[in-house]
């Protein structure tokens, strides 16, 4: 992790983990912004970042399914991230985000009404988010997608579509549409990204070889420089901390 970078992260409440994977935050002390390389991780990310240049701002990330070039932490900035789950989409936001895929938009300044001083205080921050989550949960959670969700994270998207439909009786067609429909993409696509990020964290210490589901080593790298235009060695070596995800894996 590089010098001048803080950074911490927890795990939400059991009653949350269907929605939100993880709270984290950045503290950047140095005066010099940091440029960095995004890499997909399968999350939905929103952001509240408060610099010295820009105050305060808010910013909601759609799913990443490549790298992305000229990504900045700010100088002497201060970051506090909620990383949801798709859930989240129809159960917390309540609309589609695959109008922002690969992209972002961004939020007002009093978005759940955060402000700059919120962010002084990570538990602070992670109590009052969880609260506002609480508050927007005003559905039941369909079952076949609460099974489904459940299935493709605790095997890290190792499973195939139609293995997906058949235990959670739904049939592949309408998790396609849903998929589209809300994240802009495919469920075959979003289990790729996610045994991408199961190999980050293996490749963070050290093991270059596949693990998730790859079925040899061509077949690993190959995919592996897809997402990320990086080899495994490369993305291993992080030189200048340039993959800030890899960095933070490297760090816990």
């Not at 927890?10 to 709270?23: A, E, G, I």
């Not at 010295?52 to 808010?58: H, L």
């Not at 919120?118 to 602070?124: G, I, Q, V, Y």
């Not at 992670?126 to 508050?135: M, T, W």
């Amino acid at each position: 992790m590089h010098p001048d970078l803080e950074y911490r992260a927890v795990k939400p409440n059991p009653d949350l983990s269907d929605f939100v994977d993880s709270f984290w935050c950045m503290h950047y002390k140095s005066d010099q912004t940091l440029e960095t390389i995004g890499l997909p991780d399968g999350r939905i990310d929103l952001s509240f970042t408060h610099t010295q240049e820009n105050a305060f701002q808010v910013r909601l990330l759609g799913l990443g399914t490549q790298q992305y070039e000229k990504g900045q932490i700010p100088a002497n900035s201060l970051t506090f991230v909620i990383s949801f789950k798709l859930l989240a989409a129809e159960y917390i936001f309540h609309e589609s985000i695959a109008a922002f895929l690969d992209s972002a938009k961004m939020g007002a300044p009093d978005f759940w009404d955060f402000n700059q001083n919120d962010l002084k205080n990570f538990e602070w921050c992670c109590e009052k988010a969880s609260s506002k989550i609480h508050s927007l949960l005003t559905k039941q959670v369909d079952p076949r997608k609460q099974k489904l969700f459940e299935l493709i994270y605790k095997t890290n998207g190792s499973m195939t579509v139609q293995e997906l439909s058949e235990q959670s009786n739904w049939s592949s067609r309408q998790i396609n549409r849903y998929f589209n429909n809300y994240f802009g993409i495919s469920l075959k696509t979003y289990c790729s990204i996610l045994r991408f990020r199961a190999s980050l964290e293996h490749i963070a210490k050290g093991k270059l070889f596949p693990e998730e589901n790859f079925t040899d080593q061509n077949h690993f790298i190959k995919e592996m420089k897809k997402i990320s235009g990086a080899l495994p060695k490369e993305l291993f070596q992080n030189k200048n901390d340039r993959f800030i995800l890899l960095s933070a894996l490297s760090s816990q």
